[in-house]
């Protein structure tokens, strides 16, 4: 028996019936063919399979595609615009934190998430909210820096932004 399910992911409309046991992130990768987000290891714990669910960052590996039902889902695809890297996108690669890369979407999601809610976040708030991704190549400094790199451009643009309407 399959269940219809509707999700708007990363702006597009998809209705689909699949299989009530199956995990949003298989959904994800083998139904819509989305890659980007990873499956490290299928407890929640890793973090890789991390996107936004109506704009809250979210472990795609610790729920069922039918309880998408309704949502709108961003994932890495979905971050860039018009072809422009989001800033985090852009600090990864300029601050060396993309490493082996595979956790690298789910480090950016969690992020991004971050800094929807503080723009200037700490060292120590990074740290604090990355708790629930793990690196395996054991170098979360660059991902730091990462991170600081796009707050500071996030900042900056939205600094300008208000001068402009001043």
Not at 54 to 74: F, H, P, R, W, Y
């Amino acid at each position: 028996m399959s269940i219809q399910i509707h999700v708007k992911v990363n702006g597009v409309n998809y209705n689909h019936d699949v299989e009530p046991r199956l995990l949003l992130v298989h959904y994800l990768r083998d139904v819509l063919r989305l890659t980007g987000t990873h499956v490290g290891c299928d407890t929640s714990s890793c973090g890789a399979c991390t996107i936004h669910i109506n704009g809250k960052a979210t472990k795609s590996c610790t729920m069922l595609a039918v309880q998408a039902e309704g949502c709108d889902i961003t994932t890495i695809e979905g971050l860039a615009n018009n072809g422009e890297l989001h800033p985090l996108q852009e600090g990864f690669k300029e601050s060396h934190g993309l490493q082996c890369g595979f956790c690298t979407p789910g480090m950016i999601m969690t992020s991004a998430d971050l800094l929807q809610h503080n723009d200037q976040p700490t060292e120590e708030e990074i740290r604090v909210a990355l708790e629930g991704n793990f690196c395996r190549c054991t170098g979360y400094h660059n991902i730091v820096k990462s991170v600081q790199y796009a707050a500071d451009k996030i900042h900056a643009a939205q600094k300008n932004k208000k001068e402009a309407v001043v």
